[in-house]
């Protein structure tokens, strides 16, 4: 099983290759999906203290939290905009992260329970997918953290 010291030095890497990608050959970050959605995993892990799981594209989620839970990741570097998430999956994912890489960085868009989620997504029959409007799913992140109000 891969370490927390290893997915960190990954993460580095990954990360390093990506600016590479985008300053030497002119790339824009959207057109190194397969780099970003990898790092975004890696992150993900860092921030749960969590594991990879075995199999590369397992089907419905890529990352196990300390505290078992399984989730699911999905990785931008669109500013605005949706991201997919399968139907036929779902069942088999607890929380989602949605990472955006931005300027060099990444940051979590949104983490928390997947049926938080998809209750402000909608759902495309013809494809089997929702869709996750990334400003919505910012709110929902805000509203999950914000102070209660009396």
Do not use: W
């Not at 409007?133 to 102070?147: C, F, N, V």
Request: proline share 2%; net charge positive; charged share 20%.
């Amino acid at each position: 099983m891969i370490t927390a010291d290893q997915i960190k030095h990954l993460y580095d890497n990954y990360l390093e290759l990506i600016r590479l990608e985008i300053d030497e050959f002119g790339v824009k970050p959207t057109e190194v999906r397969h780099l970003i959605g990898r790092i975004g995993e890696f992150h993900c892990a860092i921030q749960v203290n969590g594991t990879l799981t075995h199999l590369a594209n397992q089907h419905g989620f890529d990352v196990v939290c300390s505290k078992g839970r399984r989730i699911s990741v999905k990785t931008t570097a669109q500013t605005s905009g949706f991201v997919a998430i399968g139907k036929t999956t779902i069942n088999q994912v607890d929380d989602l992260m949605l990472v955006q890489y931005r300027d060099g960085r990444l940051s979590t868009v949104y983490y928390g329970p997947v049926a938080n989620a998809l209750q402000v997504c909608r759902y495309y029959e013809y494809s089997g997918k929702y869709e996750l409007d990334i400003a919505k799913a910012r709110k929902l992140l805000a509203a999950q953290t914000s102070p209660v109000q009396a």
